[in-house]
Structures are given as C-alpha cells and as structure tokens.
C-alpha cells in the first residue's frame, strides 16, 4: 500500500507542476496543443510500441481485456437507456454521454497509473487497443448515422490507420506475437523516446486543468453528473464484481482491472464531440470532473484492493 500511495504522490506531484506552468503561461499560448500533438503523434507510440513489443502475449489477451469490456459496455447501455428513453436525447448526444461513461483515459492517465501504482505500463494497453479498434469505429459509425443521415464507410475503415496510437500498439503486438526479437540499437531509441511520454502527458493534463469551469447553467447537468456516476462509481464496482465472481480473479489481478475501470472518461470523448459538434459540453465537463474525482477513487480502490 505504501508503494501505491507514493506513485499517486509521484503523478500528483507532475500534474501539480503542470498546473503551475498553465496558470503562469510560461509556455505560450499554444504550448497545451503543442505537447498535445507530441504526446499523440511521438511520445505515445513509441512507448506503446516498446511496451507491447515486451509484454507478455498472455497479458495482452487475457481475462483483464474481457473484464474491461464487459464493464464499459455495462456503463455505455445504462446511460443510453436513460438518456434515450427517459430524457429523450437524440442519438448524438446519447453516444457522447455514453463514452463519456464508458471510454476510459488508458493512454494519458491510464499509462502512468499502470507504471506506477500497477507497476508494469502493459496493464493499460489491452484497453487502449479495445477502445481504438472497437469502440472508436462504432461510435464513429453512429455520429456519422445522426449528424449526416449516411455512414462514411471510406473514412471509418481508414481511420485505424491513421491513428499513430494504433500504429504503435499493432507494431508492438506483432512484435510480441511472434517472438521476433529486435536489436538493443534498434529498440532504444524508441524507448528513449517513450519514456518521455509519461511526464509530458502529466504536465500537459496539470495544465489543462487551469481556467475551467464546469457544470454551468443550461449545459445539460443531468447528463454530466449521470456520466460522472457511471464512470467513477458504477464501473468500477462492475468490473471488480466481473473480475472476481465471474473470472474468479485476486490479488494483483482483480486489482488491476478495478484500477483501470476507475480511470476518468477519454479526452477522446471531447474530441468526438467537437468533430460531430455534438455534446461537446457533456463531454468536456464529464472528462474534467472524471478526471479530478479519479485520485480519490483511484486511491480508494487501492486501499481496498491493492496486495499488500
């Protein structure tokens, strides 16, 4: 337990910093997107890469993958239901509150959890493959269906491979998958690389954090703090309750997937948002409290959860 609580102190400790750097602006005014784009299009894939690249093929495609899935559908259809049949939300919005429920930050928190409070960044990336070859594509496909009446078949297929995140992961599977065993000249400068992924995304979330304001008159509150329920309470509970009864897993394992299922919303979500101009709201007040509610949660499981 005490390892767990010096790496949320550790990640606390980043992301104060990048809270500091944002409200001092010492970076200019673009420096959030600029380390945004490195983070997404550099750091991230070479890390994924290299993490993949050894990661342990079991872990990859293991019970954890199917626990993660099994508890961010669960949150994906209790918001639809609600939203759709009881508030009456039209499609567009249903879909972006329902990510925001469901899709979790695997990559810019869920990396940095899972080095330091997990202990291995590996754990995060089944999700993160899960999330951009499955749920992206869906979700896509139904904003498209209720923004513009047709389905852009051409742009759904060609969007994996234009993710470099996606890129990286299936570089890295492929490289795990058969053994292949690249040169230590090879490999190390995409490991010098990636290893910068991990701070840069906490000073970059620390500054995202300065000048918000959530939760304002006529934004759809409801729909927030339904979002926000589902992610921070209800998934969690739902995965270690899979976890454990229904794949009989303990210890660092059970851990684990409770750890991930308690991660704040995607800022993917917002991003799906503001393409569609749908829920663009919902899903940046959903992202931002998820986020900051996500250290106590995530210390809470911890303190129940983590092996000793």
């Not at 080095?115 to 749920?135: E, I, K, T």
């Not at 704040?264 to 709201?281: H, K, L, T, W």
Request: glycine share 8%; net charge positive; proline share 5%.
């Amino acid at each position: 337990m005490t390892g767990v609580l010096i790496g949320f102190a550790v990640i606390g400790a980043v992301i104060l910093i990048g809270y500091i750097v944002g409200r001092t602006g010492i970076l200019g005014p673009h420096s959030r997107e600029v380390l945004s784009r490195l983070v997404f299009f550099v750091l991230s894939p070479c890390l994924l890469f290299t993490v993949l690249a050894d990661a342990d093929v079991h872990l990859l495609f293991s019970s954890l993958l199917t626990v993660s899935l099994i508890a961010a559908v669960s949150c994906f259809l209790v918001f639809a239901l609600i939203a759709a049949l009881l508030w009456r939300r039209d499609l567009a919005r249903t879909v972006v509150g329902s990510l925001a429920s469901g899709y979790v930050n695997a990559n810019n928190i869920g990396i940095p959890v899972a080095f330091y409070v997990l202990g291995d960044p590996a754990y995060s990336a089944p999700v993160v493959l899960l999330q951009l070859l499955v749920f992206t594509p869906i979700a896509l496909t139904l904003l498209d269906v209720s923004t513009t009446g047709r389905v852009s078949i051409r742009r759904i297929l060609l969007q994996p491979l234009r993710n470099p995140l996606i890129i990286g992961s299936a570089l890295g599977v492929l490289v795990s998958v058969t053994g292949i065993e690249p040169a230590d000249a090879v490999m190390e400068p995409f490991r010098m690389i990636g290893a910068a992924a991990v701070p840069v995304v906490l000073i970059s979330f620390g500054m995202s954090l300065s000048g918000q304001r959530v939760l304002a008159a006529g934004s759809g509150r409801r729909d927030v703090v339904l979002a926000t329920a589902l992610k921070l309470a209800a998934m969690p509970v739902i995965a270690w309750a899979v976890g454990r009864f229904l794949f009989g897993l303990e210890g660092q394992g059970l851990f684990a997937v409770t750890v991930l299922a308690a991660l704040p919303s995607a800022q993917n979500v917002f991003n799906y948002a503001q393409r569609y101009d749908r829920g663009e709201i919902l899903a940046r007040d959903t992202v931002l409290i998820t986020t900051v509610g996500s250290i106590p949660a995530l210390v809470v499981v911890a303190a129940l959860l983590a092996p000793h």
